[in-house]
């Protein structure tokens, strides 16, 4: 199939298909003879591995190293996946962590300030940005 075809297969831009192609995560494409790219049901399944991981939150590194592991099932461990899989976990969740900080911070910063037509040399929000020696919030 052409690339478009498979484009529109996957719910993708034809973009996207050459991006992953560039950058090594889906097999190149073999050519015809009038220079179109042309995909097998092979690549199809590559680009739904491919999207999933994505979807689910792993980099395209952590794709690429899913990708490798998968094509050499003999030569890996299920713990190496589980290994791969954890530690995105634990990046997550530091990352949701850090997340809920701003959140906390920014509604204390909000909630003290009145909000109203004042002039902004008083604000509360800006004086503790302001504040070098005191953390925010």
Do not use: T
């Given at each position: 199939m052409k690339i478009g075809?498979?484009?529109?297969r996957l719910d993708i831009s034809t973009d996207t298909l050459r991006y992953y192609?560039?950058?090594g995560l889906l097999s190149f494409s073999e050519r015809s003879e009038a220079g179109y790219r042309i995909y097998s049901p092979k690549h199809?399944?590559?680009m739904q591995f491919?999207?999933?991981a994505k979807a689910?939150?792993?980099s395209l590194k952590e794709i690429q190293e899913l990708l490798a592991i998968k094509v050499d099932k003999?030569?890996?461990s299920c713990g190496e996946v589980k290994q791969l899989t954890l530690q995105k976990r634990q990046i997550v969740r530091d990352k949701i962590a850090e997340l809920q900080r701003f959140e906390k911070?920014?509604?204390l910063l909000a909630d003290a300030c009145c909000g109203g037509p004042e002039l902004a040399t008083g604000c509360s929000i800006l004086t503790t940005l302001e504040a070098a020696?005191?953390?925010v919030i």
């Open positions: 075809e498979l484009a529109k192609e560039k950058h199809e399944q590559q491919i999207l999933r689910v939150g792993f003999q030569l890996h911070s920014l509604s020696d005191d953390p």
